[in-house]
């Protein structure tokens, strides 16, 4: 394992002033972002293009119609936007071969804020095992949590510590932040005896869960929580600022 170094940030203002430059980032915003996200390029959509605002969505689309539009604001789906946030709106008949531009509250504003990176991975629980085969081969990697509007969030913590628990099962002494270990002990207490189930509940029980709860989309949290259902590892190049599976693009 090439792995050196694994920093983990609970909130993207949690970075302060530090360099992304010559790092991996990942972006973790399961509820729901880069849930749906990963399941968008699993089901074979040629790229997710991150925007940060509506207005810039739109704009985005006047030069390239043939684009969906999907996102959210407040959890609910833009107006004039072809898609919403769900997962299981980003349907293989609805995706396949088309690119979709997306923005969210949160998730596309932590995007943003890992620009600097050398490349920026979207992490899901669908895809865990697949997204941390391929991350051990860098020696610095830096996770941010996008959380729920500033504040931290349960969900997004369980991940950056299922991620950092997988990376350092077989290399403890690989050098970690305060907010890695914290991370990974919220994990390793939750995955004693853990089920889809299990987790599902938990994330249940976190703000983003609420609020998910409160616009009637629970099944977006059973599928959320469901581990390494996808063999994809959707991967933005800060370049062409386009989310592609890093083993196809």
């Known amino acids: 394992m090439k792995t050196k170094r694994i920093d983990v940030y609970l909130l993207p203002a949690l970075m302060g002033e530090t360099d992304l430059s010559g790092t991996v980032a990942v972006v973790i915003d399961v509820l729901r972002a880069t849930t749906t996200i990963t399941h968008a390029i699993a089901n074979g959509a040629e790229c997710v293009i991150p925007q940060l605002t ?47 531009l997306f923005t969210t509250t949160n998730g596309t504003k932590a995007m943003q804020a890992c620009r600097a990176a050398e490349l920026i991975y979207i992490a899901s629980f669908a895809n865990l095992t697949p997204l941390c085969n391929e991350l051990a081969e860098y020696e610095n990697i830096q996770i941010v949590c996008a959380g729920t509007e500033g504040e931290i969030t349960r969900e997004d913590v369980l991940l950056a510590g299922a991620i950092v628990d997988h990376l350092t099962a077989d290399a403890p002494l690989i050098e970690r932040n305060d907010q890695a270990q914290i991370a990974t002990d919220a994990w390793q207490e939750a995955k004693s005896g853990l089920t889809a189930s299990s987790l599902a509940q938990r994330l249940k029980r976190s703000r983003g869960g609420r609020n998910v709860l409160r616009i009637g989309l629970e099944a977006d949290i059973e599928i959320a929580a469901t581990l390494d259902s996808l063999n994809v590892v959707p991967r933005l190049d800060p370049k062409s600022w386009q989310i592609r599976d890093s083993r196809i693009s």
């Not at 509506?54 to 119609?65: G, T, Y």
């Not at 959890?75 to 946030?85: A, Q």
């Open 54 to 100: 509506i207005e810039e969505a739109q704009q985005q689309h006047v030069a390239n119609p043939a684009a969906l539009l999907g996102g959210e604001r407040g959890g609910e789906r833009i107006k004039g936007f072809d898609l919403g946030n769900s997962p299981t709106e980003y349907a293989p008949a609805v995706v396949a071969g088309k690119q979709i």
